[in-house]
């Protein structure tokens, strides 16, 4: 074998060698995000829509008093606040008179908070939200919408 050929041998093998490293890296830092958030919660602040008919809204805060507010497919807000269980990723939601109004299961926010899912438990209905903004939107009486930051 040439001096050429093992040099490009050699090239080769430390690339496949790098690019598994690289690869092995990527994986361990997602398995340690998944895990974190497994044992203390995803971050759910953010706007979020029903993923059927993109009708139904549902936005998180959690530095104000825990907030959440969902306006339905007709437009009627239903606000309140809610508590994270023994589960960080299920919340218990309940209206602002002290009535439960459902049960959140976060199923998944990527590293980046580019994406989200959750779906929400009420009536004997689930319904699925994906995420929409970070930045968390919520329907004041006047039909305005007061983005929180």
Partial sequence: MGRRAISITLAVVCLTVLLGATGLFAISRETSYMQECASEGFAIDGF??????SRET??????????????????????????????????????ENGE????????????????????????????RFYLVSTKPAFTVESGDVDPDS
């Fill in 48 to 53: 979020y829509r029903d993923d059927k008919t």
């Fill in 58 to 95: 549902l936005a998180f805060l959690e530095e104000d008093n825990c907030r959440w507010q969902l306006v339905d497919q007709d437009g009627i807000c239903t606000d309140g606040q809610f508590k994270r269980t023994d589960d960080p990723n299920i919340l218990i939601l309940k209206k």
């Fill in 100 to 127: 439960e109004f459902g049960t959140v299961h976060v199923a998944y926010m990527s590293r980046r908070r580019e994406q989200g899912q959750l779906y929400l438990f009420r009536d004997s209905k689930v319904t």
